[in-house]
């Protein structure tokens, strides 16, 4: 399973982005999907996680900014960030899980950097 990221960027506080990740290859069991984050000098920490059925789960600092959605007929995996703030900047990586041995997958991560 191969992912590939897009949708980061530089963006003001306040402001909106939206991030996408297309899951290719062997893609045809994924059970669930994810967003992490790291910040400098952070570990990494789940932002979100969505099971096939579309049902999101949040982290507390995200919750009722940032909306995780998916499109399964095309292995995609969306968060629409909004009213960002600095201490979203990091670098965003999507995971997903494969199979019934629960395979993960990272994709490569990209960057949102959040402006004051």
């Known amino acids: 399973v191969q992912l590939q990221a897009s949708g980061g960027g530089l963006v003001q506080a306040g402001g909106s982005l939206i991030l996408s990740c297309r899951a290719s290859?062997?893609?045809?069991?994924?059970?669930?999907m994810g967003w992490y984050r790291q910040a400098p000098g952070k570990q990494r920490e789940l932002v979100a996680s969505?099971?096939?059925?579309?049902?999101?789960d949040y982290a507390d600092s995200v919750k009722g900014r940032f909306t995780c959605s998916r499109d399964n007929a095309k292995n995609t995996i969306y968060l629409q960030m909004d009213s960002l703030k600095p201490e979203d900047t990091a670098v965003y990586y999507c995971?997903?899980?494969?199979?019934?041995?629960?395979?993960?997958?990272w994709g490569p991560g990209t960057q949102v950097t959040v402006s004051s």
């Open positions: 290859g062997s893609a045809a069991s994924i059970n669930s």
């Open positions: 995971r997903v899980t494969v199979g019934l041995a629960g395979f993960l997958y």
């Open positions: 969505i099971d096939k059925s579309g049902r999101a």
